[in-house]
């Protein structure tokens, strides 16, 4: 049963094609220039497979739409061959197929179109006329829909663009938002927001278009600077209402915004102006909208012809306060929806900087978070102080390249005087602002229209810089600055953190005297490297230093001067050592040296100058200059040990010899004596001296 099924479905899927080539090669043998029955009944038969298909596939493939244009060219072709006027219908087919196909399904289809037009047409002129109007018609209406797509795309961005700005306008007379534009992730919100204010007063003009009878009853919206009023939401039986702006001063409506209470009119036509030309009605009610605490928004007005009652003017009034709480109970949800919005980002940004572990993640993630909080800032920059200079650790924005690393010293910058003074700075909006110092004299930042500058401060400290500044003047709002100034506290916090992080870690991994490695990271390096050298059978050289004669040292001159020894010889060791070396302090006046892929010619060669810089330097102390030289013990893997400990005694033998052999001088580890430890002196500091 299983095969029958798939017998058939292979049946159904072969049987178009099947068609399909007879029919192209009735085309190509011509036998559609006559009206003779049997190829014009398989072409129709055809197409009538295909219409179907077009009505019963429930989910159409892929090769669908080359097949149905492959009908549809053969169609033409033999239209074209019974009547040769109908010709140009194969140029109106490439059209088609270009308008409604991709292109990578119209381009083969117009060549197949083209080959069967060849085959047919053995004269190479006609051949090219035809060739050239079908891909000039194809052109075209390509060219054509490629236009009407990029218009209906411009009309579209133009049409939100517009509905946005009017619902931001409409919000700024709805007191929903502040006078300055609203932020632009609430844009969607702003939008609701509007729209819901907009229901409830078509809601209540229907209610007193019920109880009143009016001729026309209005909400005229003040604007945010209180001069004028706008026509926002009308039922009316005239089209002479004036939208506006009209003056909030002017006729029984400047009547009811000047005075703030309910104004009833029983006839006076002349002081309705907020027709065009002279009112139609004499009778005039309306009540302002006022909020709770006194800011005016608008009004409610009605007219009509007979006169307003008392009563009816109470319930004009319970309108106008059913309208004004709606405006109210939208501004609070907005601003619980911001405040939300902004804890929320606050608190993104605190555990990303929660997540830094050194001072330059730090620096960079504040910058991200502020350039987030605030999109609209042209420049964003962390600065760091220390010592009576400063340092920018992370910069984003125009000119990024020129202020990345900035170091420089106190002076009458304003960054310098944020952290002097703990406050932010500038206190008021700056004139000339390209001829502000922000950093130091020589970084010149031109453009900025705003700029603040927060200090990061820790208690009573000012550890550094937030600087933010646009290229728009009111990008640097009291809202985004309140954001700005906590986000510079917690990047505040996350900076001294990550410093004393970094200091632990160092106190935890280096010597305390000579900043090298102390001798636990030491064990741990050298037990890592000597795995890799095992695991990718590369070489490995280790190196023992020994001061000679430093108890000398210590006795003659001190202890205080025996440690400027072990400091200027822990400089010189990292001076010669390579950037993959690693140095550490061993122990007392011994140091060590890891060399990594260093075979024993390359140790002895590092080993020797080192032993000649030590030999050649001076080291001043409070007695005077100090004058020491080296002896160093050589082992190498592969030969002088498999484990590190093996490798350790090796070096250590080699140590011994060059301080029996007169020392400052290096020697290289015997293998065959390293094979154990019972054997071996172990040196200790100070042991030889």
């Not at 004009?316 to 004004?324: D, F, I, M, P, Q």
């Not at 619980?336 to 830094?356: C, Y």
Request: hydrophobic fraction near 50%.
């Amino acid at each position: 049963m299983a095969q029958a099924r798939t017998g058939g479905s292979w049946a159904a899927l072969a049987a178009l094609p099947a068609a399909a080539a007879i029919v192209c090669v009735l085309v190509l043998s011509g036998a559609f220039r006559t009206a003779a029955p049997l190829p014009w009944a398989l072409l129709l038969g055809t197409c009538v497979f295909v219409c179907a298909r077009w009505g019963l596939s429930s989910r159409r493939k892929p090769w669908h739409a080359a097949e149905d244009g492959l009908v549809c060219a053969l169609l033409v072709m033999a239209l074209s061959q019974l009547a040769p006027p109908l010709q140009p219908l194969m140029y109106l087919l490439a059209a088609a197929w270009v308008l409604a196909l991709p292109l990578r399904l119209s381009l083969p289809l117009i060549a197949a179109l083209l080959a069967l037009d060849a085959a047919l047409t053995p004269r190479w002129p006609v051949l090219l006329a035809h060739a050239s109007f079908t891909a000039l018609f194809a052109a075209l209406y390509h060219g054509l829909l490629a236009a009407r797509l990029q218009a209906a795309k411009r009309a579209e961005s133009l049409a939100v663009r517009r509905r946005v700005a009017d619902a931001e306008e409409r919000a700024r007379e709805l007191r929903l938002v502040a006078v300055s534009d609203a932020p632009d992730a609430a844009e969607r919100h702003l939008l609701a927001g509007v729209a819901e204010v907009e229901e409830v007063l078509r809601g209540a003009l229907a209610v007193a278009e019920a109880a009143l009878h009016p001729h026309a009853v209005a909400v005229f919206l003040l604007s945010p600077e209180g001069e004028s009023v706008r026509l926002r939401e009308c039922v009316s039986r005239s089209d002479k209402l004036f939208r506006g702006p009209l003056s909030s001063k002017e006729g029984a409506l400047g009547a009811v915004l000047s005075a703030q209470q309910p104004l009833r009119i029983d006839n006076g036509p002349g002081q309705l102006s907020y027709y065009e030309g002279r009112a139609p009605v004499p009778a005039f009610c309306g009540v302002p909208l006022s909020e709770r605490g006194g800011a005016l928004i608008g009004a409610l007005v009605a007219d009509r012809k007979t006169p307003f009652s008392a009563e009816e003017l109470v319930v004009l009034s319970a309108l106008g306060s059913e309208v004004t709480r709606a405006v109210e109970a939208e501004r609070l949800l907005g601003a619980v929806r911001r405040e939300k919005e902004e804890k929320a980002r606050f608190f993104r940004a605190l555990e990303e900087l929660n997540k830094t572990t050194t001072p330059a993640q730090a620096a960079e993630t504040a910058v991200a978070q502020a350039s987030q909080m605030c999109p609209a800032l042209d420049l964003c920059a962390l600065t760091a102080a220390e010592e009576r200079r400063h340092r920018v650790l992370a910069v984003n924005g125009e000119g990024a390249a020129a202020l990345a690393n900035l170091a420089f010293a106190d002076n009458a910058g304003l960054v310098s005087n944020v952290v002097k003074l703990g406050a932010p700075l500038p206190g008021r909006p700056l004139g000339a602002m390209d001829r502000v110092v922000i950093f130091d004299g020589g970084t010149v930042v031109r453009g900025l229209a705003a700029l603040k500058i927060f200090p990061l401060k820790t208690g009573e400290v000012t550890v550094g810089t937030l600087v933010c500044g646009s290229r728009k003047a009111d990008a640097l709002s009291d809202p985004v600055q309140k954001e700005l100034s906590m986000l510079a506290l917690q990047a505040a916090e996350a900076l001294v953190r990550t410093r004393l992080y970094e200091q632990a870690e160092r106190l935890a991994t280096t010597d305390g005297l000579t900043g090298l490695l102390n001798r636990r990271t030491f064990n741990a390096a050298l037990e890592q490297r000597l795995r890799e050298a095992h695991r990718y059978n590369r070489p490995l050289s280790l190196l023992l230093l020994d001061v000679d004669h430093f108890k000398k040292v210590n006795d003659t001159y001190g202890h205080p001067a025996g440690d400027a020894v072990l400091r200027g010889i822990a400089r010189l060791a990292q001076k010669q050592a390579r950037e993959t070396d690693l140095v550490a302090r061993y122990g007392g006046e011994e140091m060590a040296l890891i060399l990594p892929e260093t075979d024993a010619h390359g140790a002895r060669v590092i080993a020797e100058r080192l032993r000649k810089a030590v030999e050649g330097a001076t080291h001043a102390t409070d007695q005077g200059a100090v004058q020491v030289t080296l002896s160093v013990g050589v082992a190498v893997w592969p030969g002088g040990g498999e484990s590190p400990e093996d490798l350790l005694a090796a070096a250590d033998k080699a140590l011994y010899r060059a301080k029996q052999a007169g020392r400052n001088r290096v020697e290289a580890a015997n293998p065959a004596s390293t094979r154990g430890r019972s054997d071996l002196r172990s040196l200790h500091p100070g042991s030889l001296g």
